[in-house]
């Protein structure tokens, strides 16, 4: 089985043995503009449909949600993608044709060379694993890139991809430095065919640190599952 199909419950298992993934232990940032949006989101169903009970009401953030997840998805098979086919915008999806012309754009400006993509990696000490986008190389440098859809980028993305780097150093691959590939969303929910790509700055610690936090809010779960025995033996 392909390592990035096991995972599940938030974790990787890699020959049995659990590992916490990076996105999961990242929740554990408060992100009050999700607070915003989950407001946002029934209170615009409500106006379209004054009827709406209010189990019905508090459901329609998880719909918008189901489609972001699967925007996301569709996405990110179009980077995987490229590598192998190359342009493939007859193939695309009306919907999704602007993200994939902002991220051939991206590849064209900047000349990138993708080395590995969609990559599983695993930190033995640390007990934690992800799967990273892109590491690419850009001019001379050796970079990580996280690809994103939506509005703008998130602090978390450069924890995510300094845990990342950590991994891949750890492995003995070489990285330069890290970034973030922004295809955004516009406010009408649509792509604008825009990029933003910006490079980040690592903090490792302030990575363990929410894993830290993590681990002490999640102990009872985290034992029922092994991964506190493992990680303490």
Not at 154 to 178: C, P, T
Request: glycine content about 6%.
């Amino acid at each position: 089985m392909n390592d990035k199909n096991q995972k599940r419950g938030g974790m990787y298992f890699n020959n049995g043995q659990p590992y916490l993934s990076v996105t999961t232990i990242l929740q554990i940032i408060n992100k009050p503009q999700i607070v915003y949006w989950f407001g946002r989101e029934v209170f615009r169903a409500m106006v379209v449909n004054p009827s709406l009970d209010e189990r019905a009401a508090l459901a329609a953030p998880y719909a918008t949600s189901g489609k972001a997840k699967e925007r996301g998805t569709t996405v990110h098979s179009i980077i995987e993608a490229f590598k192998n086919t190359g342009e493939t915008i007859d193939t695309i999806p009306d919907e999704y044709r602007k993200y994939a012309l902002a991220f051939y754009q991206f590849m064209k400006d900047h000349k990138v060379e993708i080395i590995e993509q969609e990559k599983t990696i695993y930190d033995e000490e640390n007990k934690i694993a992800g799967t990273l986008d892109m590491y690419v190389k850009i001019g001379s440098k050796l970079m990580i890139v996280d690809a994103k859809t939506g509005k703008d980028l998130y602090d978390e993305v450069k924890l995510q991809n300094s845990a990342y780097a950590h991994m891949m150093r750890a492995s003995g691959k070489q990285v330069d430095e890290i970034a973030a590939l922004l295809l955004e969303t516009g406010v009408d929910g649509l792509p604008t065919g825009k990029y933003k790509f910006a490079t980040l700055e690592e903090d490792f610690d302030a990575f363990k640190a929410c894993k830290d936090l993590y681990v002490w809010k999640n102990k009872e779960s985290l034992l029922k599952t092994g991964y506190l025995k493992h990680e303490l033996a």
